[in-house]
């Protein structure tokens, strides 16, 4: 039988489980819901006894499984050893030697969740094609991750890829749940974008289609806005844009990757969203035409799954 991979992608509420051909081929998918209780000690167990019943059920052997990948929501060494992990519950322990052993021995491999879906995107998303991306994913955070000659650099201390705490913006006074002031995070995350447009209804009076939602406004609503032209709800994207391009250029400027992909659910604006953020990128990169190119995720939700697949492959 022709051999297979598993990508696993553990997130607070449930499990992604995917199972695929080596050439990236998604052949099965599901989900085990997340059992948070008593530290998290159920996670592992339930993973491992619904992947044996999916690979009994597909008539796949345990033996012509070559290994599974792994993402994590937390920090996560390169030995797999991971200190804390508060979604979880996890604290002192290796889960990829955990899983190793509930699967008789089978290799396992573990990453950051957000570096995973990088790879993932740059295997059989929207960076397909190429060895240099950098994601960076605008979702309740912004999230992000380095690949590098088709590895991901989690750096030495793990933070290579944290560009949603990049300092980016004087005068901010909240915080960022980093602790930190005037992340990008605070400014291009869906809390950021939805906040900012709060922030410019309470300092304007202009007429805007936004006023309609309050308080409660969306960055969705926000985009839709824009979209349909509205001169105040432009104005917040405008803002967003500015500081998302300052950011990918400074990114740029640092490890020149071939090409920017943007995911997350704000990112399903689409080019809308990328043709603002480019315009202010092309402007703080005047140096050279010659460097990454910014286009949209394509996986979606399944990033973490092919990215966790693609993990163990090397
Ligand atoms: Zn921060």
Same mark, same amino acid.
């Given at each position: ?30 989900? #085990? ?5 008593? *530290? =998290?000690?159920? +996670? /592992?167990?339930?993973?491992?006894? @619904?992947?044996?019943?999916? !690979? ?79 994601? #960076? ?5 912004? *999230? =992000?991750?380095? +690949? /590098?000659?088709?590895?991901?650099? @989690?750096?030495?201390?793990? !933070? ?79 803002? #967003? ?74």
């Amino acid at each position: 039988m022709e051999k297979k991979c598993i990508g696993i992608d553990i997130g607070g509420t449930t499990v992604k489980v995917g199972i695929f051909e080596l050439d990236g081929t998604l052949l099965k998918k599901w989900e #085990v819901p997340t059992r948070k209780e008593e *530290g =998290g000690v159920s +996670i /592992l167990p339930d993973v491992a006894e @619904s992947i044996r019943k999916v !690979l009994k059920e597909e008539n796949i052997e345990l033996a012509d499984v070559v290994g599974a990948g792994m993402g994590i929501p937390g920090p996560v060494l390169e030995n797999g050893y991971v200190e804390v992990c508060v979604n979880l519950g996890w604290r002192d322990m290796n889960p990829q030697e955990i899983l190793s052993g509930l699967l008789d021995g089978m290799p396992i491999r573990s990453g950051n969740d957000a570096n995973v879906a990088a790879l993932g995107e740059m295997w059989q998303g929207g960076g397909k094609g190429y060895s240099d991306i950098v994601m #960076v994913t605008l979702g309740t955070g912004v *999230g =992000g991750g380095v +690949i /590098l000659n088709q590895k991901i650099i @989690s750096g030495k201390h793990g !933070l290579a890829g944290e560009i949603g705490h990049i300092r980016i913006r004087e005068g901010e006074k909240e915080h960022c749940n980093c602790k930190g002031r005037g992340c990008v995070e605070q400014v291009a995350s869906a809390t950021g974008i939805a906040r900012e447009a709060r922030r410019a209804m309470a300092a304007k009076t202009d007429e805007s289609m936004l006023r309609q939602f309050g308080d409660v406004v969306t960055a969705k609503d926000v985009l839709d806005c824009a979209k349909a032209g509205d001169a105040l709800a432009l104005e917040v994207m405008d803002t #967003v844009s500015y500081y998302l391009g300052w950011a990918l250029a400074m990114v740029s400027m640092t490890v020149d990757p071939e090409l920017f992909v943007i995911g997350g659910g704000v990112s399903k604006a689409g080019t809308f969203l990328t043709d603002l953020i480019q315009k202010y990128y092309e402007e703080f990169t005047p140096i050279s035409e010659n460097k990454a190119g910014i286009a949209l995720a394509t996986l979606g939700n399944d990033a973490g799954i092919y990215g966790a697949a693609r993990l163990i492959l090397d």
